[in-house]
T-cell receptor, first 112, second 116 residues
């Protein structure tokens, strides 16, 4: 079965430190991967996506993710986090059909 | 662009009543909309896929008579929770896919339903 796995349920980090949120996928078909961010009591906002082309994708607020086919990973990174980055982050991908399946989410908590 | 709205943002209802939640794509046409349910501190669970002009496709374990979905136009889908019970209390999120997209979905802000 195709799946998206987020290995860390919570990641605590101090402000201005680097962070990596891990995501692994399993898929036997074409891979399209997404990272979404969810702030409390809000819907999901697309952070970045990999559809094809360059394996390194970047968002406008400093996050980046690298598609690694050999390791079946799509980890999210930021070199220096802010308090405002505190949120829930979801990795998602299609299981070969039209639907998205989501990982279980990683709670990023940034401390001052 | 690609804005999806939901109404209401939160609703409280009594057990046994029905509640309708609207999902609208504001600046694009969406042939397909999706309804998700999210429990506190958990991931999104896909409930159903809604295609304009046809019956919704429900995921395994989701009662179609309990959660009525209507996708009457390219910009509006509705989810009606019928005969709501406290266990139906949850955060309901819809998403919509643009006509030209295959995988990317745009999410609404969610609706918090509390059944007393």
């Amino acid at each position: 079965a195709q799946s998206v796995t987020q290995l860390d349920s919570q990641v605590p980090v101090f402000e201005e430190a680097p962070v990596e949120l891990r995501c692994n996928y399993s898929s036997s078909v074409s891979v399209y991967l997404f990272w979404y961010v969810q702030y409390p009591n809000q819907g999901l906002q697309l952070l970045l996506k990999y559809l094809s082309g360059s394996t390194l994708v970047e968002s406008i607020n400093g996050f980046e993710a690298e598609f690694n086919k050999s390791q079946t990973s799509f980890h999210l990174r930021k070199p220096s986090v802010h308090i405002s980055d505190t949120a829930e982050y979801f990795c998602a991908g299609p299981p070969g059909a039209d639907k998205l399946i989501f990982g279980t989410g990683t709670r990023l908590q940034v401390f001052p | 662009g690609a804005v999806v709205s939901q109404h209401p943002s939160w609703v409280i209802c009594k057990s046994g009543t029905s509640v309708k939640i609207e999902c609208r794509s504001l600046d694009f046409q969406a042939t397909t909309m999706f309804w998700y349910r999210q429990f506190p501190k958990q991931s999104l669970m896909l409930m159903a896929t809604s295609n304009e002009g046809s019956k919704a496709t429900y995921e395994q374990g989701v009662e179609k008579d309990k959660f009525l979905i209507n996708h009457a136009s390219l910009t509006l889908s509705t989810l009606t929770v019928t005969s709501a019970h406290p266990e139906d209390s949850s955060f309901y999120i819809c998403s919509a896919r643009d006509l030209g997209q295959r995988y990317e979905q745009y999410f609404g802000p969610g609706t918090r339903l509390t059944v007393t």
